[in-house]
């Protein structure tokens, strides 16, 4: 703080000692060192409080920045998440078309390769997520209705292959024969 030689420290020491004299120069050299002291931890004490409301308000800035990042995550996760509803919606009403039409032209059901008749109509299922109903109700002409497969165009099942028999079990292994010509 101040640029205060040894020499220039001797000098105000004789002064003050000429000046106050021996008696009471140890007991205002003390006090000067008390309010010295006090002095100092004062300075120190203003700039940790200073040091402290300059990291809260860093942290107060980071806080605000982070908020302000989670706000924009949320809301491109909100916008990503009405972008993939459209489509889902959409392909949920096409189900459920797909289910309406299915269930207005019923196939014959076919068990092995005979067919038994006509399979019972059941009412029109929606396909939904639980606890949602997103049921449509479209009128479309008959005409896009996939065409019913007949039995006799279904593919005949293959056979399976006979497996090839193994190594082991082609031929029983000969007993190994002795110098003399003996079997073991």
Do not use: C, W
Not at 125 to 145: F, K, M, Y
Not at 159 to 170: I, T, V
């Amino acid at each position: 703080m101040f640029d205060v030689s040894l020499t220039e420290l001797m000098v105000i020491g004789v002064v003050a000692l000429i000046v106050i004299g021996p008696e009471r120069l140890p007991k205002v050299a003390r006090t000067v060192g008390h309010l010295l002291g006090r002095a100092q931890r004062y300075v120190n004490d203003v700039k940790s409080d200073i040091q402290r409301e300059i990291e809260l308000d860093e942290l107060r800035k980071f806080k605000n920045e982070m908020e302000d990042a989670a706000q924009g995550v949320q809301q491109s996760l909100n916008d990503t998440h009405a972008s993939l509803q459209e489509p889902v919606q959409q392909f949920r009403a096409e189900l459920d078309e797909v289910a309406r039409e299915a269930s207005g032209k019923v196939a014959p059901v076919i068990v092995g390769d005979a067919s038994v008749g006509d399979a019972p109509a059941e009412p029109a299922r929606t396909i939904a997520p639980p606890g949602q109903n997103h049921s449509l109700d479209l009128d479309l002409p008959a005409a896009t209705a996939p065409a019913p497969v007949p039995a006799a165009s279904a593919p005949p099942q293959p056979a399976p292959a006979p497996s090839a028999p193994k190594a082991d079990d082609a031929a029983p292994a000969a007993k190994p024969v002795t110098p003399s010509g003996t079997p073991t």
